[in-house]
């Protein structure tokens, strides 16, 4: 049975993808920042950061996840659920 | 004080023609141009050429019933096919003065026009894309601009404020970036400031408004982002450089 994956580890995907993906700071990216608000995302910044996680991650986001995601800590908490 | 009020009915005038000329050609004129056999590219091309003429003498009333007067530089530049065309948004009327200046193209507006009975019959027959599609509206645009047609975006989504510049949307480097092609920018000033977001139609300036539309050399996606960057990063990296562009522009007036 394969070892449960910890929300930091988790969090450091989340993290690696955003800094890979939109040149962010690591200081930018904790559990509250704010998607829209803090990262400026948007629909299109929400599908790159849903397939590059997809690869890493094999989560799979629906468009209905991405509306409903606000901080990255709603993308953790979606990722370790259907871990 | 009586040129103002004249002024003030000479603006009302031209909206009331505008929407009266809007529902004609919604109703009336652009389904039976559409109607004529052709392509679905030939018939919106049609459907471009009649509400750029539209909007051209509706430009040309509002300048004889002295509500503005307008200079336009380099508008040769922007009759060049296939090209995407960005602009800020200061006034109500920035996308009639553009399209009127563009022998073609493609327009992407916000969703309401879609359901503006002013606006919808235009809209629709002409091929303009609503602003709301996402990824889906990236790729139509880069489609349309690798098949040869212009595009005409507004990256603040919406007209300035009095205060300030609004931020950017990135449809348009992510467009430019997508199909290859530079961004054309075009500066739009109005002195005194008017018709802008939360200003009424009928707060008409002390003086005549005065517009100046200045067509400007085009940004190459390349020079502004490195050649290995993600897609995210690059289209932050030249939307950010494309309204630093405007901030510079914004803060030398114009002739």
New interface residues.
């Given amino acids: 049975m394969a070892a449960k994956v910890s929300q930091s580890e988790i969090l450091g995907w989340v993290v690696e993808v955003f800094q890979?993906?939109?040149?962010f700071g690591g200081d930018e990216l904790q559990l509250d920042t704010h998607l829209i608000d803090d990262l400026?995302l948007?629909?299109?910044?929400a599908?790159?950061?849903a397939v590059r996680l997809e690869e890493r991650t094999s989560v799979t986001f629906s468009d209905e996840d991405l509306k409903n995601l606000r901080t990255i800590r709603d993308v953790v908490d979606l990722i370790d659920g259907r871990l | 004080m009586i040129a103002r009020a004249s002024r003030v009915a000479s603006t009302g005038i031209s909206f009331a023609v505008f929407g009266i000329a809007g529902l004609i050609l919604s109703l009336l004129v652009l389904p039976f141009v559409r109607s004529w056999p052709g392509t679905a590219r030939e018939r919106e091309f049609r459907c471009q050429h009649v509400v750029r003429h539209t909007f051209r003498h509706f430009i040309r009333m509002m300048v004889a019933l002295r509500v503005l007067d307008v200079e336009v530089r380099a508008e040769e530049q922007l009759r060049q096919p296939g090209q995407l065309v960005v602009a800020n948004h200061p006034t109500l009327l920035d996308v009639v003065f553009l399209v009127s200046l563009m022998p073609q193209a493609d327009c992407v507006v916000k969703r309401e026009a879609f359901s503006n009975p002013f606006m919808r019959g235009i809209v629709r027959s002409t091929g303009y894309l609503p602003n709301d599609l996402?990824?889906a509206l990236?790729s139509a645009g880069a489609q349309r601009l690798r098949a040869g047609r212009s595009l005409l975006i507004f990256p603040e989504g919406t007209r300035s404020s009095l205060s300030a510049l609004g931020?950017f949307?990135?449809?348009a480097a992510?467009m430019a970036l997508e199909s290859g092609r530079p961004l054309r920018p075009v500066v739009i000033r109005c002195e005194p400031p008017s018709l802008m977001r939360g200003q009424k139609w009928y707060d008409v300036p002390e003086r005549r408004m005065h517009f100046s539309i200045e067509c400007c050399e085009e940004i190459d996606p390349g020079d502004v982002v490195g050649a290995t960057?993600?897609?995210?990063?690059a289209?932050?990296?030249l939307s950010a450089a494309l309204r630093d562009f405007y901030e510079k522009k914004l803060q030398t007036p114009g002739h």
């Fill in positions: 890979k993906e939109f040149d400026d948007d629909s299109i910044d599908i790159d950061m | 996402g990824g990236i931020p949307r990135r449809g992510h960057e993600n897609r995210g990063a289209a932050r990296k």
